[in-house]
T-cell receptor, first 114, second 113 residues
Framework: DAGVIQSPRHEVTEMGQEVTLRCKPI?????LFWYRQTMMRGLELLIYFNNNVPIDDSGMPEDRFSAKMPNASFSTLKIQPSEPRDSAVYFC????????????FGQGTRLTVV | LAKTTQPISMDSYEGQEVNITCSHNNIATNDYITWYQQFPSQGPRFIIQGYKTKVTNEVASLFIPADRKSSTLSLPRVSLSDTAVYYCLVGDMNSGGYQKVTFGTGTKLQVIP
């Protein structure tokens, strides 16, 4: 397996624009996680899915953020409208059994909102 | 809520054994302890996980005392390529009652030639 695949690797957008980040988890993994990493706040869990169903989105900072998982092999994180403070590295990860097992992270998407 | 406390940074010379200790005084009965490694511009990578006593794999050992209020990650004979940030995680329950893990600030390990 190629691991968790995220796209794009880098995204630069203007404030107010919609941004969509994409993730393909490892095949067979039932859990998918979206994290955000910044210097100030470190790694934060935004939302996670189990069997394509969102389980906990309490980490999503605002209503501008939304995430979907239409099938077992694809998830998106959307920010609309984007703001400069959304600039961060966004990681997607997947695991077979949730938090009590190894999670595999993607390479991340570095988002810059200008 | 289970929180973790780790040293912010550590330096070590190549070839030495490095021990990074993490405190988690409020760890819950069912929580596992997990360590991740992160290199710059990469996602975290799983190193080791344990529940109690000692766990060893090909890259590290994890020592957990009986009270489980702390844990120590041991890296034998570090090399320059082990320079990274190391995160200790334990299970956490957010306000909604769902289990999750919280990444703390991590320990930045600098290996010196």
């Amino acid at each position: 397996d190629a691991g968790v695949i995220q796209s794009p690797r880098h995204e630069v957008t203007e404030m107010g624009q919609e941004v969509t980040l994409r993730c393909k988890p490892i095949s067979g993994h039932d859990y998918l996680f979206w994290y955000r990493q910044t210097m100030m706040r470190g790694l934060e869990l935004l939302i996670y899915f189990n069997n394509n169903v969102p389980i906990d989105d309490s980490g999503m900072p605002e209503d501008r953020f939304s995430a979907k998982m239409p099938n077992a092999s694809f998830s998106t994180l959307k920010i609309q409208p984007s703001e400069p403070r959304d600039s961060a590295v966004y990681f997607c990860a997947s695991s077979s059994r949730g938090f009590d097992t190894e999670a595999f992270f993607g390479q991340g998407t570095r988002l810059t909102v200008v | 809520l289970a929180k973790t406390t780790q040293p912010i940074s550590m330096d070590s010379y190549e070839g030495q054994e490095v021990n990074i200790t993490c405190s988690h005084n409020n760890i819950a009965t069912n929580d596992y302890i997990t360590w991740y490694q992160q290199f710059p511009s990469q996602g975290p990578r799983f190193i080791i996980q344990g529940y109690k006593t000692k766990v060893t794999n090909e890259v590290a050992s994890l020592f957990i005392p009986a009270d489980r209020k702390s844990s120590t990650l041991s890296l034998p004979r570090v090399s320059l390529s082990d320079t990274a940030v190391y995160y200790c995680l334990v299970g956490d329950m957010n306000s909604g009652g769902y289990q999750k893990v919280t990444f703390g600030t991590g320990t930045k390990l600098q290996v010196i030639p």
